[in-house]
């Protein structure tokens, strides 16, 4: 679900670029504005399949937690599974952070100079982006829960951190935008 929020976000940035390119008078700016929506589009693309992805570690998790447990070496076997498991289900949403992340700048700069008629449409997106980061730091999270003490691990928690408190900072900063331009209406 994060993934998809995402790819929401994503599109509506794409459509808010689209709209911008394709404005009378503003033939000057069409190649900035299609670049834009070129890499939203991208990234939606690559959220779009994140979403599979997440369904498929998900699954082995599940599966992992199947496997026998009767003797000693199919415990080892079984826990190993289900770390490795676990490992690639954390860091599918931290792929999805990691996009999502990516992806405010583009929206601040459509909110800033994009078709102000469709400039909601950036604050709407941003929105999508923020709580598309912020579920997928939830799910993170909890997956490192069940990972043994690995250095990567609390490199990739305190990075999760550090991206939500940006994501809220700029999905502020754009809302802030929005509101200013629609109030200005």
Known sequence: ??????????????????????????????????????QLQENKSILLKLIDKDTMAFNEVMQSFGLSKNTEKEKIKRKKAIEEATLNAMFIPYETMKLCIGCFDIMQQLAEKGNPNSVSDAGVGAM??????????????????????????????????????????????????????????
């Open 1 to 38: 679900v994060s993934a998809l929020c995402g790819a929401l976000g994503t599109a509506l940035g794409a459509m808010v670029a689209n709209l911008s390119a394709n404005k009378k008078t503003w033939e000057e700016h069409t190649e900035w504005f299609s670049r834009l929506a070129e």
């Open 128 to 185: 999508c982006l923020r709580t598309a980061l912020l579920g997928a730091a939830m799910n993170v999270k909890i997956n490192a829960q069940n990972i043994s003490d690995r250095e990567d691990v609390k490199k990739i928690l305190k990075e999760t951190e550090s991206m939500e408190k940006i994501a809220e900072e700029k999905e502020n900063k754009i809302r802030e935008l929005v509101t200013n331009k629609i109030q200005g209406c």
